[in-house]
């Protein structure tokens, strides 16, 4: 497993407190759900790291790389 890394958040206390409602619905973790969030964030705007960057439909909102247009 890749090693991780501690950092400090300064986030505004009612957006903590949203995203630790969203947690708690999805039976998450806060740390979980804010590395949800990152990770699909960077996968929608095409900067997910290499590894996952592959496999798996492109963002309904999206279409492919190698469409025609």
Excluded: C, H, T, Y
């Amino acid at each position: 497993m890749a090693a991780r890394k501690s950092f400090l958040l300064r986030i505004d206390p009612r957006v903590l407190e949203g995203v630790q409602r969203w947690a708690n619905d999805d039976l998450r973790s806060l740390n979980a759900q804010i590395e949800f969030l990152l990770r699909d964030a960077l996968r929608r705007a095409g900067r997910a790291p290499a590894k996952e960057a592959g496999g798996g439909a492109p963002p309904a909102d999206r279409p492919p790389n190698d469409a025609g247009g």
